[in-house]
């Protein structure tokens, strides 16, 4: 079976389109918040398709990146044909199926880009018991197609870079995200629950930054992750000290006037 690039063609839109909007931004939240996936590889041997649990993390561009080891089923199945696919879901009460998921189709390589490290341990602490071990590795996945099912009626076929967030010009930033993620959560907790309850609508909590990227930041809470978006793109640690402090101010002027302000205001669902 052929590898090239075409075999993976997103099928046309048949559904009802949404706001504008609306699906690439909920697609890339889906992403930034899982800590874990379904992993779909074909297997080496028979062709047939094998899925396998596995953890993941992001890579500035919002790029799906796992750490395997080379003896696992899955790594030697990538090994041999590139093709994968993952499945992202947020979970929730009630019905699995009445909650948002994301199925992105890519190309997984393997990557030594030297930050991957980093940003896979802050959203995946314990893994520092083993991500050193000589058997193990870092695969990015390109993300070539992806479909997402938003609610009833509203399952769309995306291209791949419609879940990708551009990092041009944005080098200052991502060169002092490390830093910047360590400061905030040594220095500004307070802050960080207010940017999980007041702009995420989650509980109240420990929450710690997990990542930093042009358009948003990830959020911990132990096992949940959430996506905040900036009010708007940010390339510089200027910037992005800026937009911290002016999202704080009005975090704490929302908590001053009390929750109604937040009826209605489009942010993420809490659940």
Known sequence: MSTDDTAITPRAETLP??????????AKALLREARTASL???DAGTGHPFVSLVTA??????APILLASRLALHTRNMQADWRVSL?????G???PLAHPRLS???RATPTAAPHVRGRFLARHPKAALYIDFPDFAFWRV???????VAGFGRAPELPGDAVLTSID???DLLAGEASAVRHMNEDHAEALNLYATRFGRAASGLWRLAGLDPEGMDLLLEDRGLRVPFPERVTDLAGLRNTLVRMAQEARARTEKGPEMDKGDGAGDGN
Request: hydrophobic letters at 40%.
């Open 17 to 26: 389109p949404p706001a504008a909007g609306d699906h690439p931004a909920l």
């Open 40 to 42: 779909a590889t074909l």
């Open 57 to 62: 993390a992001t890579d500035f561009d919002g």
């Open 87 to 91: 499945l992202f879901q947020r979970p």
């Open 93 to 95: 009460k009630g019905d």
């Open 104 to 106: 992105l189709s890519g």
């Open 142 to 148: 390109e993300p070539l197609s992806a479909h997402l």
């Open 169 to 171: 010009g944005a080098a």
